[in-house]
């Protein structure tokens, strides 16, 4: 494991559950997305616990990505709703979650900046955030790149840098866009280990991949998503060894589903 | 061709020797100019990302409206404002017509669609891949707009350049409220063609290649940002 993955030693970077009360469990209630005449998510119903990592998987097109927006409040239904220990998604709401995208949205400005950034505008006293700062320069193993303009790292350093900024803030829900899509199997473990790590501080993770290996490795359950539905749920080992469903057959298969 | 070439030779000599009607012209040009962009920047560029950003009814039309007004005509914008400012007019008690101030007024209304509309482009499109990672940090409508432009701030000098090329280029409306007074509102342009119709064509000629030479220099300003710009960005 890389030096500055040994995290072992380090502080808790990625901050435990706080504020009045936790925003978990998250429930979404007869969840309907239509755009453009179609309907893209088809009346989803979801409990999310803490605790497990929960991969939403799926062909492309099933509309995962979707419902994590949904999830997140990035988008409002059209119908149903989403609610985290029983209040509706406020602003309040919002600040204790955190999204990594499949293509890492970085500000124009220097990698310590855009973690910077993220933490002024959760208001954190000043001491803290420098603080974190380091610890997350040190969690994704990008110390040595702190005054560099972001947008010019490698993409396996943009995506470290994204998951670092939205863990910087201490999230107790983390939800997570196929971010390693683009990435090779080197990128790719180093994003995977510093999810592994924010999964054992407390950190519940909601992942969306079209990749049954990655799902091996980080499912704690498998939420499979296909045409806009949940097709099924069900613990990881369980779901891998014995699907029920269908799509879920085909797909664990190497079937093409669409 | 023989009095061209004489005139040629008295230009350089005059800008050469730092001819004091010359730098009298050029540097009230350059501050009723940049005056009138730091105005249009004010207001122009607040108004552009709010384009951008807000979202209420009669903001397409509104977006159409700046974006035609950038090709205002600047004898238009001479005489709109000579009848506000003349003595007749609603702001006539001000007495500003044939200051530099009127000339400013003037070449802010000129400017100040041209840094809005440019500014609204830049920030829709920053806007639109910043927009989800913005909402998901939790930042509010306030705090993205200033976000927007400060990332943008590369681009955004380069709109606020284009708008100075414009102002201090233009000679219509500024020869209507200024009235190319000699020490008190005579600029670049309105210099030249006085003299040129004079047949003074040495100051003319030298007032033109300053002029130029302002031109290029803004160009190779412009240029130099945005490749700084498409440096930054390259991944």
Redesign the interface.
């Known amino acids: 494991m890389p030096e500055a993955l040994s995290l072992a030693a380090a502080p808790p970077v990625v901050a435990t559950r706080s504020g009045p009360a936790d925003i978990l469990p998250l429930r979404a209630e007869g969840l309907v997305f239509e755009a453009g005449g179609r309907r893209l998510i088809d009346g989803i119903d979801l409990d999310v616990q803490h605790g497990t990592r929960t991969v939403v998987l799926g062909p492309n097109g099933a509309g995962k990505s979707l419902l994590l927006r949904l999830l997140h409040g990035l988008i409002a239904p059209t119908r149903g709703q989403v609610l985290w220990n029983g209040r509706s998604t406020d602003a309040a709401i919002l600040r204790r979650q955190s999204m990594v995208f499949q293509k890492p949205v970085l500000l124009r400005r220097s990698v310590a900046s855009n973690i910077a950034y993220a933490l002024k505008v959760r208001r954190l006293p000043r001491a803290e955030r420098e603080a974190r700062l380091a610890d997350m320069l040190a969690l994704a193993n990008l110390k040595e790149l702190a005054g560099a303009p972001a947008r010019v790292l490698s993409g396996g350093e943009q995506q470290r840098l994204a998951l670092a900024r939205a863990l910087a803030t201490g999230p107790e829900i983390l939800f997570l866009d196929e971010p390693t899509s683009s990435l090779d199997p080197a990128s790719t473990e180093l994003i995977e280990t510093i999810v592994d790590e924010a999964a054992a501080r407390g950190t519940k993770i909601v992942m969306v991949t079209h990749d049954i290996g990655q799902a091996r490795r980080l499912a704690d359950e498998v939420v499979f998503v296909h045409r806009g539905r949940v097709a099924e749920r069900s613990a990881a080992f369980r779901f891998f060894q014995s699907p029920v469903s269908a799509p879920a057959v085909d797909f664990l298969s190497g079937k093409l589903v669409i | 061709m023989q009095d061209f070439g004489a005139a040629f030779a008295l230009a350089f000599h005059l800008i050469a020797t730092g001819n004091a009607d010359l730098v009298e012209i050029v540097l009230l040009s350059l501050r009723v100019s940049i005056s009138a962009v730091l105005i249009a920047a004010l207001i122009g560029m607040p108004l552009g990302a709010l384009l951008a950003v807000a979202r209420f009814p009669g903001r397409g039309a509104l977006i159409v409206l700046v974006n035609a007004l950038m090709g205002l005509p600047p004898v238009v914008v001479g005489l709109l404002v000579y009848l506000m400012l003349s003595n007749a007019g609603p702001l006539g008690v001000l007495q500003l017509l044939y200051t530099p101030t009127a000339m400013i007024i003037a070449q802010a209304l000129l400017v100040t669609p041209i840094v809005a509309a440019l500014t609204r482009q830049v920030i829709d499109d920053l806007n639109r891949?910043?927009d989800?990672?913005l909402?998901?940090?939790?930042?509010?409508w306030y705090?993205a707009v200033g976000?927007l432009l400060w990332?943008?701030r590369a681009s955004l000098a380069t709109a606020l350049l284009a708008g100075f090329g414009r102002a201090v280029a233009e000679v219509g409306a500024v020869i209507i409220v200024g009235g190319n007074i000699n020490h008190v509102t005579r600029v670049m342009t309105t210099a030249i063609a006085l003299e040129t119709s004079k047949g003074d064509l040495a100051l003319a000629l030298a007032l033109g290649l300053i002029l130029i030479l302002i031109a290029v220099s803004v160009n190779a300003l412009v240029m130099s940002l945005r490749g700084e710009r498409l440096e930054?960005?390259?991944?």
């Open positions: 891949e910043y989800e990672q909402r998901s940090l939790g930042v509010g705090d976000t990332d943008a930054t960005a390259r991944a």
